[in-house]
């Protein structure tokens, strides 16, 4: 029997999807807006929030901070699962409905990374890990992968807040790091340059964004993605794509 090639086997993996996904929020304008300014100017601007786990440690003010522990965020989730990033009860962070489905193999070759995940279920266990990757904070290289870091479990460090637990290592969370600069993608006509596999957003938007960017689809996140299937294996054929999307 012959052997199984690995790239084959990973085209029809369901819980390796080939996107990576970026949700909006209300935030300033509200979801929808914030999504039709990402798609009118194709860039996903880079956020000075600080979401690395490493900003803990820190008890003073750092300078340049947002160099060493902000990022641009983005989910591995599948589609079909998308939803449960929405309308979660207590989320300090709450998703919306709209956003861009990115194609993963375009994502890695500019600077995006899933994030670094480590585990502090038993408290303590991770401060003297990231205590230690600390002493490299005087590298040049720091600022590329110190807002990657990020842990499940029990806040670490002196100045974390008061609650004392997270964990949302169920996100499958990717992130450029902000010394890497805003995220300007393409999508259109031109397959080897598009970077975009589809929008989403509410069904009730769905005419609205597709009349404003012609070619590119949209599908509900809402609904399961066989609701839209041929859409989206039209796409797929567009893109040349080998991988199952349905």
């Given at each position: 029997?012959?052997?199984?090639?690995?790239?084959?086997?990973?085209?029809?993996?369901?819980?390796?999807?080939?996107?990576?996904v970026?949700?909006?929020?209300d935030?300033?304008?509200p979801?929808?807006?914030?999504?039709?300014?990402?798609?009118?100017?194709k860039?996903?601007?880079?956020s000075?929030?600080?979401?690395?786990?490493?900003?803990?440690?820190?008890d003073?003010?750092?300078?340049?901070?947002e160099?060493?522990f902000?990022?641009?965020?983005v989910?591995?989730?599948?589609?079909?699962?998308i939803?449960?990033?929405i309308d979660?009860?207590?989320r300090?962070?709450?998703?919306?409905p709209?956003?861009?489905?990115?194609?993963?193999?375009?994502?890695?070759?500019?600077?995006?990374?899933?994030?670094?995940?480590?585990?502090?279920s038993?408290?303590?266990h991770?401060?003297?890990i990231?205590k230690?990757?600390?002493?490299?904070?005087?590298?040049a290289?720091?600022?590329?992968?110190?807002?990657?870091?990020?842990?499940?479990?029990?806040?670490?460090?002196?100045s974390?807040?008061s609650?004392?637990w997270?964990?949302f290592?169920w996100?499958?969370?990717?992130?450029?790091?902000?010394?890497?600069?805003?995220?300007s993608?393409s999508?259109?006509e031109?397959?080897?340059?598009?970077?975009?596999?589809c929008?989403?957003?509410p069904e009730?938007?769905?005419?609205?964004?597709e009349?404003r960017?012609p070619?590119?689809?949209?599908?509900?996140?809402m609904?399961?993605?066989?609701?839209?299937?041929?859409?989206?294996?039209?796409?797929?054929?567009?893109?040349?794509m080998?991988?199952a999307v349905?």
């Amino acid at each position: 029997m012959s052997k199984r090639n690995i790239q084959d086997i990973l085209h029809f993996r369901r819980d390796l999807p080939p996107f990576l996904v970026h949700l909006t929020r209300d935030r300033k304008n509200p979801a929808k807006e914030n999504l039709i300014s990402i798609l009118d100017s194709k860039t996903l601007r880079q956020s000075r929030e600080h979401i690395s786990s490493m900003r803990f440690l820190k008890d003073q003010k750092v300078e340049n901070s947002e160099e060493l522990f902000a990022a641009i965020c983005v989910t591995e989730t599948p589609l079909e699962f998308i939803h449960c990033l929405i309308d979660i009860q207590g989320r300090q962070v709450n998703l919306e409905p709209y956003g861009v489905v990115f194609l993963k193999d375009k994502l890695k070759k500019k600077n995006f990374h899933p994030a670094l995940y480590f585990n502090n279920s038993v408290e303590g266990h991770a401060d003297p890990i990231l205590k230690a990757i600390e002493t490299l904070s005087q590298s040049a290289e720091t600022k590329k992968f110190f807002p990657l870091i990020t842990t499940f479990g029990h806040l670490v460090g002196p100045s974390k807040p008061s609650g004392g637990w997270h964990d949302f290592y169920w996100e499958r969370e990717w992130r450029r790091p902000f010394c890497y600069g805003d995220f300007s993608f393409s999508f259109g006509e031109d397959v080897d340059n598009n970077d975009v596999f589809c929008g989403l957003c509410p069904e009730d938007d769905i005419i609205f964004f597709e009349e404003r960017y012609p070619g590119l689809p949209f599908i509900d996140p809402m609904r399961p993605p066989s609701w839209y299937a041929k859409k989206l294996i039209d796409r797929r054929k567009d893109l040349n794509m080998r991988h199952a999307v349905v």
